[in-house]
């Protein structure tokens, strides 16, 4: 069935540096790939989204990469900063019938001061 | 959270006993979802509504069921809970199917 493969599962990075995470999908009808940041005791909140006529977007600190021939794509964040710590998911979801949205398991991303 | 609510946000249960979950939306959303969350797993769909008294199943729809009688609320029904069902539960809405799904503030089930 369809999957989304995330990496890494946890993730330190020292305050200032870069982070990135990894997503791969299987259904090759999907053409929407929203990321979310989940902290502690909270529900999922949408951080950026990208669509599949597009390769790259960004938002201030961060961007998204999709490469839809190898059905990747990539969350990037610079300079991080403590509060940036949290559960960051991916996901895909097909544009027919397109209520099934499929997530990724999560990185745990912990920023050091 | 988006106008979104859940309750109750905690409960404790026992196996067999029914257990119903609710979601309450006040951005008049066509579209509601049920998914839970499980350590390595994500999150993932229970049911979902795209419509009042429309409902679909997801993928981990076995011993659950869902009711939606009015646009704001969205309701998840566990028959006979067993342990296997504790998890976090969250709803979310959506204005359209291809649109961005915004998230409840979660209910931590635990099934004894």
């Known amino acids: 069935g369809e999957n989304v493969e995330q990496h890494p599962s946890t993730l330190s990075v020292q305050e200032g540096d870069s982070a990135v995470i990894k997503c791969t999908y299987s259904d090759s009808a999907s053409n929407y790939f929203p990321w979310y940041k989940q902290e502690l005791g909270k529900g999922p909140q949408l951080i950026i989204d990208?669509?599949?006529?597009?390769g790259e977007k960004k938002d201030q600190r961060i961007a998204v990469t999709l490469n839809k021939t190898a059905k990747h794509f990539s969350l990037h964040i610079t300079e991080t900063q403590p509060e940036d710590s949290a559960v960051y998911f991916c996901?895909?979801?097909?544009?027919?019938?397109?209520?099934?949205?499929?997530f990724g398991a999560g990185t745990r991303l912990f920023v050091k001061a | 959270d988006a106008g979104i609510t859940q309750s109750p946000r905690h409960k404790v249960t026992e196996t067999g006993t029914p257990v119903t979950l609710r979601c309450h939306q006040t951005e008049n959303h066509r579209y509601m979802y049920w998914y839970r969350q499980d350590p390595g797993h994500g999150l993932r769909l229970i049911h979902y509504s795209y419509g009042v008294k429309d409902t679909d199943k997801g993928e981990v729809s076995d011993g659950y069921s869902v009711s939606r009688s009015k646009t704001e609320d969205f309701l998840l029904t566990l028959e006979s809970a067993t342990s296997s069902q504790t998890s976090v539960y969250f709803c979310a809405i959506g204005r359209t199917a291809d649109n961005e799904q915004f998230f409840g503030p979660g209910t931590r089930l635990t099934v004894l």
């Open positions: 996901a895909a979801r097909r544009g027919t019938g397109g209520f099934k949205t499929i």
């Open positions: 990208i669509r599949s006529n597009v």
